[in-house]
């Protein structure tokens, strides 16, 4: 597709329910980041994927998120055992170098209940 | 851990005015971006300006760039109502490989 693309658009689960967001990046793009956003707060970094290297995690607020990247395109990033204060929309971005200008997709809002 | 820090948190204006927004950051610097993100929506890229560069222009938007401060601006000019939205700036740690880190943004509002 043309652009980034995620899914699904809204999310709503039971607190304790695994969830799987899903990203397509942009064809070609060697960088695949995910971002999450609480209502009316900024960015807050989760994962970033770079072409073969190993990805960096260091954003991944515990041991129940995690994220991989197939193939070097789509990723889906999997929060296990939901708590409410997963709530977010959970934002997807990829570039064609790193460091270079990111493309968004218009992300997953995740609620649980 | 935020990067960049922008101010003023928010920003209310009348159209046709000048909006000023800025950013600090801690760490040495690849480069710096800005972007926009109208309500509800994804971010969108307004400009890139990297750490050799003191000031980029585009279109109403300029930037400036003073790295011995650790701070940029973005000067929106002639201010419409369609530039209402929250605008970001993201960062890189002139170390490696780093993924961009962004601020909690600056949310702007243009009455018409």
């Known amino acids: 597709g043309a652009g980034v693309s995620q899914s699904p658009s809204n999310k709503v689960t039971e607190k304790g329910k695994d969830v799987e967001l899903r990203c397509d990046p942009i064809?070609?793009?060697?960088?695949l980041y995910w971002y999450r956003q609480s209502l009316g707060q900024g960015l807050e970094f989760l994962i970033y994927?770079?072409?073969?290297?190993?990805?960096?995690k260091s954003g991944l607020p515990s041991d129940r998120f995690s994220a991989e990247r197939t193939g070097g395109s789509v990723s889906t990033l999997t929060i296990q055992r939901t708590q409410q204060e997963d709530s977010a929309v959970y934002l997807c971005?990829?570039?064609?170098?790193?460091?270079?200008?990111?493309?968004f997709g218009e992300g997953s809002r995740l609620t649980v209940l | 851990s935020q990067q960049g820090e922008e101010d003023p948190q928010a920003l209310s204006i009348q159209e046709g005015e000048n909006a000023t927004m800025n950013c600090s950051y801690k760490?040495?610097?690849?480069?710096l971006q800005w972007y926009r993100q109208n309500s509800g929506r994804g971010l969108v890229h307004l400009i890139l300006?990297?750490?050799?560069?003191r000031e980029k222009h585009s279109g109403r938007l300029r930037v400036t760039l003073d790295t011995s401060k650790k701070s940029s601006s973005l000067l929106i000019t002639a201010s419409r109502a369609a530039d209402t939205a929250s605008y970001f700036c993201?960062?890189?740690?002139?170390?490696?490989?780093?993924?961009?880190?962004f601020g909690k943004g600056t949310r702007l509002s243009v009455i018409a």
């Open positions: 971005a990829s570039s064609r170098t790193s460091p270079g200008e990111l493309f």
């Open positions: 064809s070609g793009h060697t960088a």
């Open positions: 994927f770079q072409g073969n290297s190993a990805p960096d």
């Open positions: 760490t040495s610097i690849n480069n």
């Open positions: 300006i990297r750490s050799n560069e």
């Open positions: 993201a960062t890189d740690r002139n170390s490696g490989n780093t993924p961009l880190v």
